[in-house]
């Protein structure tokens, strides 16, 4: 017997639940200069893989934002069975106050990149970075591309 799981059209996800794969966490810190004590971002945060890895490698405070409750519930577990310095928020990354970001990551949908560039340009500090994967920012010139050969994804890096 199959089943069939019926989700109303107004609760789909904008950014549904696609991790970042843990061969590109390496690169993503690299690319970005994370330092410890700096505050790291990921919009979108899913099981926190990204933020528990930078903060355990490199020693920074990584701060996950994250709305759906499976995924959020996952990434609070990891951040606790692992022992790190990693906060998640179940608030909506939209209105996420980015002011004290050092660095952010997003692996978004291309839905949501002008309101997430509106935000990042609105509250950005002087010398953060972001880092998006797979969708640009409308309107900004990324300050570097590059594509992975393992898939088509680029990845855009952005100075401010």
């Not at 660095?103 to 509106?118: G, N, R, T």
């Not at 900004?140 to 591309?145: F, S």
């Not at 050969?149 to 855009?156: G, R």
Request: aromatic share 14%; net charge positive; proline share 6%.
């Amino acid at each position: 017997m199959a089943y069939v799981l019926i989700v109303p059209f107004a609760s789909w996800p904008d950014a549904p639940f696609v991790p970042t794969g843990a061969k590109y966490y390496e690169k993503i810190v690299e690319a970005l200069g994370l330092k410890s004590g700096e505050r790291f971002y990921d919009l979108g945060c899913g099981h926190a893989g990204l933020l528990i890895y930078s903060a355990q490698k490199r020693g920074t405070l990584g701060i996950g934002y994250e709305m759906f409750f499976w995924p959020r519930l996952l990434a609070q577990s990891n951040a606790m069975l692992r022992r790190t310095a990693v906060n998640i928020c179940s608030q909506n990354l939209l209105s996420a106050d980015l002011s004290d970001a050092d660095a952010i990551y997003c692996y978004l949908s291309p839905l949501l990149m002008k309101q997430v560039e509106d935000n990042l340009l609105a509250k950005m500090k002087s010398g953060s970075r972001v880092l998006s994967r797979s969708f640009p920012l409308p309107s900004r010139k990324p300050d570097r591309v590059w594509s992975e050969k393992a898939s088509a994804d680029k990845f855009y890096l952005y100075y401010f």
